[in-house]
């Protein structure tokens, strides 16, 4: 059996930039004004971000479509979280357990990961709270907090 | 007692630089257009075959980001990735799921997005295939910073002009003939409204007048990194018949897919090392087997035209010959005589091939769906003038030992 | 025509098997084309499965065609979890085209951290923005709808991973094993999300498993032992935002397709073991309702009432499932050798008896994707 030689880490980094398509630029556009956007189809069904395709008749939907959502929502289910992966698989502890869950936002079928701060509950109605300065990145959703 | 699979719809997404959709985006643009060609709806499809090169667009298992993209909610998906030759992997493996009497309707796509790379070149995802794969060599006295600077320039180009060399000095062909080659892919490109690089009117003298890279590679001779992706839809002969499917449609008759052993000696130092690249043992056995299964003896006589996988022109020689259109070393005289012209006795990538749109994970399937194509009379503006009865679609990659046939026609019966 | 499996092998489970990749898939795939009684000229053609992202290099097959024995023959890769690559070798076999296929599937967990990869599963458009979702937390948010929307608590999880534990224990292939587990054993692991803990994650790991399977034409020629594969279901969920994390639906789906297709129409009483891929505690609950064998919401009651011990009236993972080990490629692969094994008499927790077993295989975030096969025995011999 041949010896087992291992490399750890190459000196250099080969990124990614990733094209986002309209429908996604626009919704980052929109989170730059504070406004959570989705698409509702003819069918019914809210998608949350939009895409190009209602994921239940699978129509194609378009900026026609668009609603904008009211940034309330109710946790479906929610977990403390006590740990994060560093990007290299190594796993970190957190200094304080913060709070992920799955959230329905009012008036949109799809579901929302997200960060609650504050107590949470099953149930618990919440509300989007946003970053002061919004830059147009997932990260101005700051986190949700409970309202009731 | 086989069971017979045609091909009844294409669809591709327009090739390119698409930095205007994202992944999931261009891989529903091929599907969708593959339904409406195939004039079914999403609920006819019964399972799906899906493919690509998960390294290249930085998601891992895109197709189970994307699955309600293509109304694949609730069915069957298989996946399947064999590097350069996915597309044809993608393509095989939705015929097997008709063949095997598992499912009626199958749709099979695959796709590439190199722009989503923000290194220059597009190169993220061949550098992730030069490092790794690659890595032995620092076990055997290579450095870091020369094993970085063999990757990028080596990945795919340095292989590709070592193996053209081996090519030009087994055929006794020129460097004109790879020139040739590469004016006729742009020209036929020209023709085709989803092919990348089109150059209508391109000629020999042309791409000879553009830089050298490294002998016998022109700047002119190099595939673009594209993005795009293509699909068809198979249905099983009863399915044909419950659709009433009128128009005409691509039998598969035979396909094979025999991989040859690594090309470089690997991390276990297996693998003797292949010394001449342009051997592609696996090339000439799968065309073997594919010509076994589809009941072909003379592909000369009985295939009227191909798609071959050539991202660079001498591939396009190289593989003419090990697929048994044209003797060994000798398919050089048949581009000075025009025969793999559109227009020609042996129409040879009448889309541009590869050599013009090259979206990797796409590729190798794009081959298909223009056989496919050809067979059916929709090529429009690069529909190849003369009878296509019999079509073969060929991908290539891996560490140059990847080969996929497929053998298509216009009749599900065996000649 | 039918498909039986006419050999196998699995490597034992290390967290590092101290091997190449080449070195342990080519053990692996000589192994069970030796337990088949074959050589490498019978086989026809040969699928791989494994990852480009989890072996951390592109192409991951390229360099492995002389180990997997697919030198010249009619090879691909099947990139996900090996028990869909012998979905696709049945389907080869089923076209007429190939009497006997060799599959191979590996994973090398120490070359890239699956959690890790995991992460690269997310949509990079939104969901990957998120630096707390990976496997682990989605995992705990599906535990969480699961137990509201059931009876199931977080003693029933930690009753799945003190069984699946202890029936490793017999089991010389798995990698983690604990013969005196106990609920505090579980509940007192270290805490990743709540509910999910350590002891209740299946551990990566480096391993790898190859079946032989053949026409039926020439298993009965050849073999003595043919198992029979008499029912497959295959089918894939939508992605996270837009499915019920709280049921299998897929899952519900791919059993019945196999039940139809193994002419089943009581799951309980018809299958004697069940070998199923349950990455987390609380999926195995989950599993059982998306498996029809309980009713909706009782998932737990099963665990609670022994019934799934390998001495009860339903088995489920008497090898120790995945939680005992899971070399993510190799691991749904292992549950189909494990229910082979069965059928043949040869397994480590054998249960008396058993003419039917039903293998599950999952993959992608919260199990998207479900596969059942549906194995027998020679019995009309």
Redo the contacts between chains.
Sequence with gaps: MSEVIRYQGIPFVARFRLSAGELMERFYQSLKAKKLTALKCNCGYTVFPPRIRCPKCYARLTEENLVELSGKGQILSFTKVYFKLDGKGNFVDLDEPQVLASIKLDQSDSIFFAKVCGEPKDGAKVEVVWREETKGEFSDILCFKVVE | MRRNVAIIGCGQSKHGRRTDVSQCEMVAEAVWAAIEDAEISPEDIDAFAVGNMQGFGGIAQPDLVFTDFIAATGKPVQRVATGGTVGGSVAHLGYYEVASGMYDIVLAVSWEKHSDSAEPGATTGLLHVAFANLSYMMKMGMDMRSFAIMGLAGAAAGVSAYQAAQYMARSGCKIEHYDMVAAKARRNAAKNKYAHLKWPGCTADDIAKTEMIIWPMRFGHVCPASDGASCVIYASEEAVKRLKVERPVAWVKGLAAYADEEADQGESYQGTGVVDYSDQIGCIISAMKAYERAGIKDPRKEIDMAEIYAPFPHQELMFSERLGFFEDGKAWIAVEEGVTEIDGDFPICPSGGVNATNAIGSSAMQRVVECALQIMGKAEEHQVPKDVRNAVAHGWGGQLQFNTVMVLGDSPKRK | MRVAIIGYSQTKFEYDV??????MV?KTAKDAIESAGLTREDIGTVISAS???L?????????L???TG???????????DGM?AV??A???I????HDVALVVAHTHSWI??P?????????????R??????DI??A??QA??YM?RSNATEDDLALVSVKNLKNASNNPYALRKMPDATIEDVLNSK??????RELMVAPPCDGAAAVVVASEDFAKKYCENPVWIEG?G?????????RD?SRL??LE??SRKAYDMAGISDPYREIDVFEVTERFSHQELMIHEGLGICGDGRGANFIRMGITEFYGDCPVNPSGGALSGDAICATGLVRLIEVAKQIVGEAENQIDGVQRGLAHAQ???CA??NLVFILGGDYEA
């Excluded at chain 3, 089923?94 to 085209?97: E, H, K, N, V």
């Excluded at chain 3, 923005?129 to 990976?134: E, G, M, V």
């Excluded at chain 3, 805490?191 to 999910?196: G, N, Q, S």
Aim: proline share 2%.
């Design positions: 101290e091997m190449t990749r080449e070195e080519f990852t480009d992202f072996d951390g290099r592109t192409i991951s097959n390229c360099m065609i002389g180990a697919a030198y010249l023959k009619d090879e691909t890769k099947a990139e996900e869909y979905l696709y049945c389907q080869r089923l076209a007429g085209i890239f951290n959690h890790q990869v995991s992460v690269y599963m997310l949509d990079p458009l939104f969901d923005q998120n630096d707390l979702l990976n937390t989605l705990a948010l969480k709808a509201k805490i990743y999300a709540d509910p999910i497959i295959n089918s894939c969920d939508a992605y996270l935002r837009d994390l639906v897929s789906i791919a993959w992608g975030l998207q994707k």
